[in-house]
């Protein structure tokens, strides 16, 4: 089956009991059972929750994954893959991450005895096999990254990652599975924040975990049971509720995406342009190859930090607020905001940058707020 079919229908039969065509929210702590060890499947929902279940063979299937888990948040989801490490244990991680990943990794992990290192986008492409030569357990990517939308050739990092018996994790929040699918392309664990744009209507927090790997997936069944960061039945009804239009909606948004960026190009506030779709993208090329668009996620610098604050602080139409993906467009100014974290670090956002999330709205409409506010930015 297609893409948008799976969507709708994947994990999500007609309730056998009343037919009920959508998936009902199961919002029970424990099931019956017919006796000591005899159930219908579930036991205690920390376990197993039918709501979750099917959300998690939903995703899994348009993931291309064989097994799904699904979490309270993004961060729950990447807290539990860390889990899969032992104190000593080497993770090299893209440099552009998102911030809470970075929090994680330096504040949690790193005084735990986990070491933690980074290399640059770019690098991954020519320097990786060098960076692996000190033992490595994780190698953990983005592409693209948050915020500033570099790229990363998953299929080819996996390669030289696999050859040095490292374990590879994208975060793929920012494509979506729509988009671009990681383990398609040889990663060993995909990542998300179902917040953003597989829930898609900023209204529920969720995170998820998919593989191939049979005995990955033992492994993170009994750390997800054991953590107990589970996602809920109504938040699980939320995020599959958003599954079903996922492709319609990111390919709106990838339109307004593009008029945005266009708009960007041609105004005298603005220094330079992220966006993997411009042909001047330094990872253009390969996001073209492993992506079947580009996104709806538009960086840019402006021409100082006052220029960006003024900017963020005019729009009407982008909300500025933190997170991205729903059908409400926003705008950030990432150093203070979702990146704040790295502000006392060498990979510290520019702090003249500035992070769009394009929504569902009239893609003219946004484009003429966006005017407006550059054209009020000067100083």
Not at 163 to 179: E, I, Q, W
Request: proline fraction near 5%; aromatic fraction near 6%.
């Amino acid at each position: 089956m297609d893409f948008e079919t799976r969507a709708i229908h994947a994990g999500q039969e007609p309730d056998p009991a009343t037919g009920a065509v959508t998936v009902p929210i199961y919002a029970t702590s424990t099931f019956a059972q017919e006796a000591v060890g005899r159930h219908k499947g579930y036991e205690y929902s920390r376990s197993g929750n039918p709501t979750r279940r099917a959300l998690e063979e939903c995703l899994a299937s348009l993931e291309g994954a064989t097994h799904g888990f699904a979490f309270a948040s993004g961060m729950a989801a990447a807290a539990t893959a860390t889990e899969l490490l032992r104190p000593g244990d080497r993770v090299l991680a893209v440099s552009d991450v998102y911030g809470g990943t970075h929090r994680l990794f330096t504040k949690v992990l790193q005084p735990k005895g986990y070491h933690f290192d980074t290399i640059g986008s770019e690098a991954v492409t020519t320097l990786l096999d060098g960076a692996l030569v000190r033992p490595t357990r994780m190698l953990w990517l983005e592409s693209p990254t948050n915020p500033l939308l570099s790229i990363v050739d998953i299929a080819r990092a996996a390669a030289t990652a696999h050859a040095r018996g490292t374990l590879v994790v994208v975060d793929n929040t920012f494509a979506t599975p729509y988009l671009q699918r990681p383990l398609e392309l040889g990663a060993d664990l995909v990542l998300h924040s179902t917040t953003k744009y597989l829930g898609g209507h900023s209204d529920v927090v969720g995170g998820f975990l998919g593989t191939r790997d049979a005995e990955l997936a033992e492994r993170l069944a009994f750390l997800q049971n054991s953590l107990g960061a589970v996602a809920g039945p109504f938040d699980s009804w939320l995020v599959l509720r958003g599954l079903k239009t996922l492709a319609v909606r990111m390919q709106q948004q990838c339109a307004n995406a593009r008029a945005v960026v266009a708009r960007l190009r041609d105004h005298p506030q603005v220094a330079s342009v992220l966006y993997p779709g411009l042909p001047d993208h330094p990872g253009h090329a390969v996001a073209a190859r492993q992506m079947s668009d580009f996104g709806a996620m538009v960086s840019f610098r402006a021409r100082s930090e006052a220029a960006a604050l003024r900017i963020v602080a005019a729009t009407r139409l982008f909300t500025l607020a933190e997170s991205l993906g729903g059908v409400e467009s926003l705008v950030e100014h990432p150093l203070r905001m979702t990146h704040a974290s790295t502000a006392d670090s060498p990979h510290a956002v520019p702090a003249d940058l500035v992070r769009l999330s394009v929504g569902l709205e009239s893609g003219r409409d946004l484009v003429a707020d966006l005017g407006r506010a550059l054209d009020g930015a000067w100083g």
